[in-house]
């Protein structure tokens, strides 16, 4: 009974390079979503993922952030050329069903915390 | 607009003794509301939830108070234990459509003190 799993769990980078982050969702779970928690702040919707629907990309901040899904299981989300402001915890979610009007649990993933220098 | 749950920031009690974590929030159209507790350096967990057909919900130790008069909520933690030290998060949602994705404000960081 695995849960939602990340990696890395910490990534340290330099201003101006690219990094993916991976998550993996819980088997089964047709929803994925990732979210942007800043130190000490709230959480912050980026992206959703639906079955092979076309992923409801209206939380990007930027066009420097992107994710893809592949094989309907594992996403990764890709900011490219980082910014100091980028630095945050990110965070993976999964659920059974996403949308509908009907809230389906989202299981959290313990988080990547990036740090830009 | 989104409506976020609205927190104080923190709030410290004894251990054993009984918390109160309030929520406000301002869409009128909420008819959905969430609890989630995030531990230091975990992801966020969900606690509870309560529709709008409903003033009070009760779980184990929890329970979670409605108010849609003056648009509260409050989240009642019986007996605290060092493990309830957390984030906690109100999430009130609109059950007929969005993209389903959360947005939480601060929350309340509950500290147990021994």
């Known amino acids: 009974g695995a849960g939602v799993s990340q990696s890395p769990s910490n990534k340290v980078t330099e201003k101006g390079k690219d990094v993916e982050l991976r998550c993996d969702p819980i088997?089964?779970?047709?929803?994925l979503y990732w979210y942007r928690q800043s130190l000490g702040q709230g959480l912050e919707f980026l992206i959703y993922f639906q079955g092979n629907s076309a992923p409801d990309k209206s939380g990007l901040p930027s066009d420097r952030f992107s994710a893809e899904r592949t094989g309907g299981s594992v996403s990764t989300l890709t900011i490219q050329r980082t910014q100091q402001e980028d630095s945050a915890v990110y965070l993976c979610a999964s659920s059974l069903v996403g949308g509908g009007g009907i809230y389906n649990e989202q299981f959290f993933g313990p988080g990547t915390r990036l740090t830009v220098l | 607009g989104e409506s976020v749950g609205l927190h104080l920031p923190t709030l410290s009690v004894q251990e054993g003794d009984n918390s109160i974590i309030n929520c406000a929030y301002s869409n009128s159209a909420s008819d959905y509301f969430i609890w989630y507790k995030q531990e230091s350096g975990k992801g966020p967990q969900f606690i509870i939830d309560?529709?709008?057909?409903?003033d009070k919900r009760q779980g184990q130790r929890v329970t979670v108070l409605l108010n849609k008069t003056v648009k509260h909520l409050s989240l009642q933690i019986a007996a605290t234990q060092p493990g309830d030290s957390a984030v906690y998060f109100c999430?009130?949602?609109?059950?007929?459509?969005?993209?389903?994705?959360?947005?939480f404000g601060k929350g309340t960081h509950l500290i147990i003190q021994p």
């Open positions: 088997s089964g779970h047709t929803a």
């Open positions: 309560i529709r709008s057909n409903m």
């Open positions: 999430a009130p949602l609109n059950s007929g459509g969005g993209a389903d994705g959360l947005t």
